[in-house]
């Protein structure tokens, strides 16, 4: 059975996962059949697509540098119809707005509201603008 946090985050069989800068205790639970998962872009695209290739993409920001310097790559990395979770420490230097502001600079919108994705860790899921 997938566990809670994988239904949550709309990762379903055959998914391509990506997450980036997720702290070392962080556990996505049972998964579904045949998720790929990894923590790392690939330097070249996946063979034979011409296309992004990441189903969901989960992104740990701790600051807004962070923030800045990761979303146009993870942006271009989504499917079309791929959902990217963004996700931010609530006692540091990010806040709702400003995550919000970043995402919709790079054509995604907002898919869901605010959730804890971890304990003081409040996400956000985007989704590609059509």
């Given amino acids: 059975m997938t566990g809670h946090l994988a239904r ?3 990762i379903a069989e055959h998914s391509r996962v990506l997450l980036v ?3 070392p205790a962080f556990d996505l639970g049972e998964l579904p059949a045949d998720v790929l998962l990894t923590s790392a872009l690939p330097d070249t695209p996946r063979p034979g ?3 992004p290739s990441w189903h969901v993409i989960v992104a740990f920001c701790p600051d807004r ?3 800045e310097e990761t979303l146009p790559e993870l942006a271009g990395a989504l499917a079309p119809s791929g959902t990217l979770c963004l996700t931010w420490p ?3 230097p990010l806040t709702e707005a400003v ?3 970043e995402a919709h600079g790079h054509a ?4 869901e509201a605010v959730w804890d994705l971890i304990p003081e860790w409040p996400a956000l899921r985007f989704a590609r603008a059509t």
């Fill in 8 to 10: 949550a985050l709309g």
């Fill in 21 to 23: 800068g997720a702290p």
């Fill in 49 to 51: 697509s011409g296309e």
């Fill in 65 to 67: 540098e962070a923030l």
């Fill in 90 to 92: 609530s006692d540091g």
């Fill in 99 to 101: 995550v919000r502001a």
């Fill in 108 to 111: 995604l919108t907002t898919g």
